[in-house]
């Protein structure tokens, strides 16, 4: 298993421009996580899905933002109408889970966005 | 929430010298992980470490979840540990969605 991949791993886009991400969780996990990073910052939650079900989003998530995992494998997230203060790093990770327990979590490399 | 609190925030250090990384959290965890951010912004998994100690190398680490902190050590410092290492926790009946320290930014000088 080559681990969570993301691309695009660099976006720059005009304000106002829609974007979407991709992320490939390791295949054999069935949660997947979106995070969002500024500079200077730790990560903060965004959403989760298990399987194909999202489970949680965050206060952070405007409708803006949407996220997507159709088929229980790969996820995007979309950010419609970008705004300046869009711009971060966003990360995906994944991880298993077995009833309460949380297992580790691996992180993808991240998708570095610039809304000029 | 959850809050975690990372010290110290900067640390400089001379190769070769020790140091000792501490994460302290406000509330019962199930899980706890140390990271590694590289230059490149990817986290970088040091430790799984809800409780108990763990090796690896130069590096380890103890949680003692009674106590609510965790302690990362690293010995014999190398240049190539510069960088930014965070704390991040899960708790019980949230999804396994990690709250993350704010980091503390280590430099190694040669």
């Known amino acids: 298993d080559t681990g969570v991949s993301q691309n695009p791993r660099h976006k720059i886009t005009k304000r106002g421009q829609n974007v979407t991400f991709r992320c490939d969780p390791i295949s054999e996990h069935n949660r997947l996580y979106w995070y969002r990073q500024t500079l200077g910052q730790g990560p903060e939650f965004l959403t989760y899905?298990?399987?194909?079900?999202?489970?949680?989003k965050s206060r952070l998530l405007s409708d803006r933002f949407s996220a997507e995992r159709p088929k229980g494998s790969f996820s995007t997230l979309e950010i419609q109408r970008t705004e300046q203060g869009d711009s971060a790093m966003y990360l995906c990770?994944?991880?298993?889970?077995?009833?309460?327990?949380?297992?580790?979590?691996?992180f993808g490399q991240g998708t570095r966005l610039t809304v000029v | 929430g959850i809050q975690v609190e990372q010290s110290p925030p900067d640390l400089i250090l001379q190769e070769g010298a020790n140091s000792t990384l501490r994460c302290n959290f406000s509330?019962?965890?199930?899980?706890l992980q140390w990271f590694h951010q590289n230059p490149w912004g990817q986290l970088i998994n040091l430790f799984y470490i809800p409780s108990g100690t763990k090796q690896n190398g130069r590096l380890s680490a103890t949680t003692v979840a009674t106590e609510r902190y965790s302690l990362l050590y690293i010995s014999s410092s190398q240049t190539t540990d510069s960088g930014v290492y965070f704390c991040?926790?899960?708790?019980?009946?949230?999804?396994?969605?990690?709250?993350f320290g704010q980091g503390t930014e280590l430099s190694v000088k040669p």
């Open positions: 899905f298990q399987n194909e079900a999202q489970l949680e």
């Open positions: 509330d019962s965890v199930n899980n």
């Open positions: 991040a926790v899960g708790v019980y009946n949230q999804g396994g969605k990690l709250i």
């Open positions: 990770a994944s991880s298993l889970s077995k009833g309460q327990l949380n297992t580790e979590a691996f």
